[in-house]
């Protein structure tokens, strides 16, 4: 273990260094993410997966960096241009980047300008040059090189002055000062292409625009990257290049006469132009996209999170309703653990409208299986369909209520292996329709058989790089899962996979298990699972609950090895059975168990509220009963909606009409906010207030603020900008314009009700 490393991410992360030393020694023990969080909070002082998966990313870097580091030194060295300067600058490094910017000027170089001189003997040339001579003939001290290659003195100068242009290109302290002052001061500039296709104006903001880069915000970055892909727009920096290639010509120069001065900044000039500026400007596109991609991952795996996590509906018969409108809905009654219980079709839409039999169908299903809930999808015919379920529910004064549930990938999986062999005889459609009840009564066990990727709570999810969002959503699904736990007796092979210590194999094996011996009853049993040794029998029997077995420790989240613990503290207590919500554990009675403050909470907690679902903290569906029309709605009315995505301006909401409503970030909050997800996050159950309605287009801009207080608000900051600068008077303080220097180009002005439009239109409330 690397002292040096270690002392670094305890830095970064604000923790003790003993926390960091001990969960790396635990990671290495082969200990799962999971498990440390959980199990091992005495070792880590109680640090959560979040931490543990940053101490466990940043070593495995600091160990690459350390080990490039090593290698360019040894490469330099064997050069025989390695000083101590260099050897310090490049142990200074924090970044594999700095690490490759201070190796460039010795690495093998494809066949450059530069390598061609190089070649042909013009080096000392150019040394000569770099020497800055006071006097001498440059022309003459040429000559000397002309041969059969270089045919001419100018051609021998040409040459050097190419030799001189990648040095200053290769040169590390001045590309991070020139990047540092683009990113800062620079300008990115969007213009549409002459010949571009953009039928529906999605990227029309982005014809001519212009924004400081410090200014750029990630999910412009992201919309600018993917217009320049469909061959939209062109995109471009503007700075001022003048003074940065003063800069690079004084560093050369060093304020010393020479007689070569002239084609010493020339060559600089050919330098910034050609190679520099142009490798600087790549280097901040691929930052900036780098970020926003970043960015977007950890949007989209926040939204996934908060999706996985919603409660379940225990204990209900649920009925599940896919919506169609040729083909018929699809009808899936569904029993409290989720079993089906029947199938069925009917066709409440046009065009093969069969009204009064629907109706018949439905209400001799509702009250033959006692369904309390019914789940509609939200794709096509969900909002028709949705018409149909409150007519019946009022006209027969039916005591049910009903969802609408977001079907986003239940086609993936209705098609999929996993559906097919779990339903053999259902058609797609039906399999939907089962997906979508069980979205219901327990969505995690359900998601977590689709591809995170397709459950549609992203931005730009197609954009992003492929292998950094699968890592960082199963990892989101790794957390989600262990978190909640699985009941041993009825999870799915595709929820157990995702148990702490569990593959995909063993995941099988218990289910085999379970099919061959019945259910189990003891944790212990688990020993028995072929390919399920002891040390995944360590890190998985927590996680996974037994209700109603041999020992009813087995239901809590108390690992095995704590089993004496819990029953000398019960015995201790007087707690004779599980679930004495008032237990009382006196510490005079506790101090001697021999267990840390951190198990021995959670040992507490587990015995108070054995059955207890880390979900049941988070708010569940929103239960309806009534229809809303976009007709029905004014402006300021005040509605209940469910938030179905958060992306970084702002939130999609379903209030029940066919498109869900934006809520613009601006309209989150009375105090600025950087983040929507500061305030709201998926599956929210939220009171919004109609801000804007599109009755044509079937858009409704909400707000999370009544519309007064916007009104206030804005006001308020009006005048403040007012007082600030009143009458363009600058109150003494100097003009530090710079008419030479290219100026951002203003957007152009729209009001927020375009704003929103536009976004709606270019993201889409469905995803």
Same mark, same amino acid.
């Given at each position: 273990?690397?002292?040096?490393?270690?002392?670094?991410?305890?830095?970064?992360?604000?923790?003790?260094?003993?926390?960091?030393?001990?969960?790396?020694?635990?990671?290495?023990?082969?200990?799962?993410?999971?498990?440390?969080?959980?199990?091992?909070?005495?070792?880590?002082?109680?640090?959560?997966?979040?931490?543990?998966?940053?101490?466990?990313?940043?070593?495995?870097?600091?160990?690459?960096?350390?080990?490039?580091?090593? @290698?360019?030194?040894?490469?330099?060295?064997?050069?025989?241009?390695?000083?101590?300067?260099?050897?310090?600058?490049?142990?200074?490094?924090?970044?594999?980047?700095?690490?490759?910017?201070?190796?460039?000027?010795?690495?093998?170089?494809?066949?450059?300008?530069?390598?061609?001189?190089?070649?042909?003997?013009?080096?000392?040339?150019?040394?000569?040059?770099?020497?800055?001579?006071?006097?001498?003939?440059?022309?003459?001290?040429?000559?000397?090189?002309?041969?059969?290659?270089?045919?001419?003195?100018?051609?021998?100068?040409?040459?050097?002055?190419?030799?001189?242009?990648?040095?200053?290109?290769?040169?590390?302290?001045?590309?991070?000062?020139? *990047?540092?002052?683009?990113?800062?001061?620079?300008?990115?500039?969007?213009?549409?292409?002459?010949?571009?296709?953009?039928?529906?104006?999605?990227?029309?903001?982005?014809?001519?625009?212009?924004?400081?880069?410090?200014?750029?915000?990630?999910?412009?970055?992201?919309?600018?990257?993917?217009?320049?892909?469909?061959?939209?727009?062109?995109?471009?920096?503007?700075?001022?290049?003048?003074?940065?290639?003063?800069?690079?010509?004084?560093?050369?120069?060093?304020?010393?006469?020479?007689?070569?001065?002239?084609?010493?900044?020339?060559?600089?000039?050919?330098?910034?132009?050609?190679?520099?500026?142009?490798?600087?400007?790549?280097?901040?596109?691929?930052?900036?996209?780098?970020?926003?991609?970043?960015?977007?991952?950890?949007?989209?795996?926040?939204?996934?999170?908060?999706?996985?996590?919603?409660?379940?509906?225990?204990?209900?018969?649920?009925?599940?309703?896919?919506?169609?409108?040729?083909?018929?809905?699809?009808?899936?009654?569904?029993?409290?653990?989720?079993?089906?219980?029947?199938?069925?079709?009917?066709?409440?839409?046009?065009?093969?409208?069969?009204?009064?039999?629907?109706?018949?169908?439905?209400?001799?299903?509702?009250?033959?299986?006692?369904?309390?809930?019914?789940?509609?999808?939200?794709?096509?015919?969900?909002?028709?369909?949705?018409?149909?379920?409150?007519?019946?529910?009022?006209?027969? @004064?039916?005591?049910?209520?009903?969802?609408?549930?977001?079907?986003?990938?239940?086609?993936?999986?209705?098609?999929?292996?996993?559906?097919?062999?779990?339903?053999?005889?259902?058609?797609?459609?039906?399999?939907?329709?089962?997906?979508?009840?069980?979205?219901?009564?327990?969505?995690?066990?359900?998601?977590?058989?689709?591809?995170? *990727?397709?459950?549609?709570?992203?931005?730009?999810?197609?954009?992003?790089?492929?292998?950094?969002?699968?890592?960082?959503?199963?990892?989101?699904?790794?957390?989600?899962? @262990?978190?909640?736990?699985?009941?041993?007796?009825?999870?799915?092979?595709?929820?157990?996979?995702?148990?702490?210590?569990?593959?995909?194999?063993?995941? *099988?094996?218990?289910?085999?298990?379970?099919?061959?011996?019945?259910?189990?009853?003891?944790?212990?049993?688990?020993?028995?699972?072929?390919?399920?040794?002891? *040390?995944?029998?360590?890190?998985?029997?927590?996680?996974?609950?037994?209700?109603?077995?041999?020992?009813?420790?087995?239901?809590?989240?108390?690992?095995?090895?704590?089993?004496?613990?819990?029953?000398?503290?019960?015995?201790?207590?007087?707690?004779?059975?599980?679930?004495?919500?008032?237990?009382?554990?006196?510490?005079?009675?506790?101090?001697?168990?021999?267990?840390?403050?951190?198990?021995?909470?959670?040992?507490?907690?587990?015995?108070?509220?054995?059955?207890?679902?880390?979900?049941?903290?988070?708010?569940?569906?929103?239960?309806?009963?009534?229809?809303?029309?976009?007709?029905?709605?004014?402006?300021?009315?005040?509605?209940?909606?469910?938030?179905?995505?958060?992306?970084?301006?702002?939130?999609?909401?379903?209030?029940?009409?066919?498109?869900?409503?934006?809520?613009?970030?601006?309209?989150?909050?009375?105090?600025?906010?950087?983040?929507?997800?500061?305030?709201?996050?998926?599956?929210?159950?939220?009171?919004?207030?109609?801000?804007?309605?599109?009755?044509?287009?079937?858009?409704?801009?909400?707000?999370?603020?009544?519309?007064?207080?916007?009104?206030?608000?804005?006001?308020?900051?009006?005048?403040?900008?007012?007082?600030?600068?009143?009458?363009?008077?600058?109150?003494?303080?100097?003009?530090?314009?710079? @008419?030479?220097?290219?100026?951002?180009?203003?957007?152009?002005?729209?009001?927020?009700?375009?704003?929103?439009?536009?976004?709606?239109?270019?993201?889409?409330?469905?995803?």
């Amino acid at each position: 273990m690397n002292e040096e490393i270690v002392k670094a991410i305890t830095a970064s992360l604000k923790v003790g260094i003993g926390q960091v030393q001990n969960t790396l020694a635990l990671l290495e023990e082969g200990n799962t993410v999971p498990f440390i969080a959980r199990y091992r909070k005495e070792a880590t002082h109680g640090l959560d997966e979040e931490q543990i998966l940053y101490i466990q990313k940043q070593y495995e870097y600091q160990v690459k960096l350390a080990e490039r580091k090593e @290698n360019v030194l040894k490469l330099i060295a064997e050069q025989g241009k390695l000083t101590e300067e260099l050897t310090k600058a490049v142990n200074d490094c924090t970044k594999l980047s700095q690490v490759e910017d201070l190796y460039r000027p010795y690495a093998q170089k494809k066949k450059t300008r530069a390598a061609v001189a190089i070649k042909a003997g013009l080096q000392p040339l150019a040394d000569w040059m770099l020497a800055l001579p006071e006097t001498g003939d440059l022309k003459e001290e040429a000559g000397k090189y002309v041969n059969e290659t270089i045919k001419t003195a100018e051609d021998a100068i040409q040459g050097a002055q190419d030799i001189i242009a990648e040095v200053i290109s290769d040169d590390a302290k001045l590309r991070w000062a020139f *990047k540092d002052t683009i990113n800062q001061a620079g300008v990115l500039v969007t213009k549409k292409k002459k010949d571009a296709v953009d039928e529906n104006k999605v990227y029309e903001m982005y014809y001519d625009r212009s924004e400081r880069v410090s200014q750029l915000a990630d999910h412009r970055i992201m919309a600018i990257d993917r217009a320049e892909k469909e061959k939209v727009i062109s995109v471009s920096f503007t700075f001022d290049e003048e003074h940065l290639e003063a800069e690079a010509a004084k560093k050369l120069l060093k304020g010393q006469k020479t007689c070569v001065e002239a084609e010493i900044t020339a060559a600089v000039n050919d330098g910034c132009d050609r190679l520099l500026f142009p490798s600087i400007e790549r280097e901040i596109r691929s930052d900036l996209s780098d970020r926003a991609q970043g960015k977007s991952i950890e949007v989209f795996s926040m939204n996934l999170e908060k999706l996985l996590l919603q409660p379940p509906l225990k204990g209900r018969v649920v009925m599940g309703f896919d919506p169609a409108f040729r083909t018929g809905c699809k009808l899936a009654v569904l029993d409290a653990t989720g079993k089906v219980l029947h199938i069925d079709k009917i066709f409440p839409t046009k065009p093969n409208i069969d009204l009064e039999g629907s109706k018949k169908t439905m209400l001799n299903l509702i009250k033959t299986y006692h369904v309390e809930i019914i789940a509609i999808g939200n794709g096509t015919a969900s909002r028709e369909s949705e018409k149909f379920v409150t007519d019946l529910i009022h006209d027969n @004064n039916l005591d049910v209520s009903y969802a609408i549930v977001s079907e986003a990938g239940a086609s993936v999986y209705s098609a999929g292996d996993i559906a097919r062999a779990e339903f053999p005889d259902l058609h797609v459609e039906e399999r939907s329709a089962v997906s979508i009840g069980r979205r219901l009564l327990d969505p995690l066990a359900e998601l977590i058989k689709i591809d995170p *990727k397709s459950i549609g709570v992203g931005q730009y999810q197609h954009d992003l790089p492929e292998k950094q969002l699968t890592e960082r959503l199963d990892e989101v699904v790794m957390k989600a899962v @262990n978190r909640t736990g699985a009941d041993l007796n009825t999870a799915s092979p595709e929820l157990l996979m995702h148990i702490s210590g569990l593959t995909s194999a063993t995941a *099988k094996e218990i289910v085999n298990y379970r099919n061959t011996n019945g259910k189990f009853t003891d944790r212990q049993q688990l020993l028995k699972v072929k390919k399920l040794g002891p *040390k995944a029998f360590t890190q998985c029997a927590g996680f996974l609950r037994i209700v109603g077995g041999d020992n009813p420790l087995d239901e809590t989240s108390i690992h095995p090895e704590s089993y004496g613990v819990a029953e000398k503290l019960m015995h201790a207590c007087g707690i004779t059975k599980l679930g004495e919500t008032d237990a009382q554990f006196a510490e005079d009675k506790t101090k001697d168990l021999g267990v840390d403050s951190y198990t021995l909470k959670d040992i507490e907690e587990a015995i108070r509220q054995p059955l207890r679902d880390y979900r049941d903290q988070f708010q569940g569906a929103l239960l309806k009963s009534d229809i809303l029309e976009i007709k029905d709605l004014h402006v300021g009315d005040e509605l209940m909606g469910t938030v179905r995505n958060v992306v970084d301006f702002g939130a999609f909401v379903d209030i029940g009409l066919h498109e869900d409503g934006l809520v613009h970030v601006s309209h989150m909050s009375m105090k600025r906010i950087t983040q929507p997800s500061e305030v709201v996050s998926v599956g929210d159950i939220v009171k919004v207030w109609v801000y804007g309605i599109d009755e044509e287009k079937g858009r409704v801009q909400l707000s999370l603020l009544p519309i007064k207080d916007i009104e206030s608000r804005d006001a308020a900051l009006k005048e403040a900008r007012k007082n600030r600068h009143g009458n363009g008077n600058n109150h003494g303080r100097p003009d530090r314009s710079r @008419n030479n220097r290219p100026q951002p180009k203003q957007p152009e002005k729209v009001t927020m009700e375009d704003a929103s439009a536009r976004l709606m239109a270019r993201f889409g409330s469905k995803h």
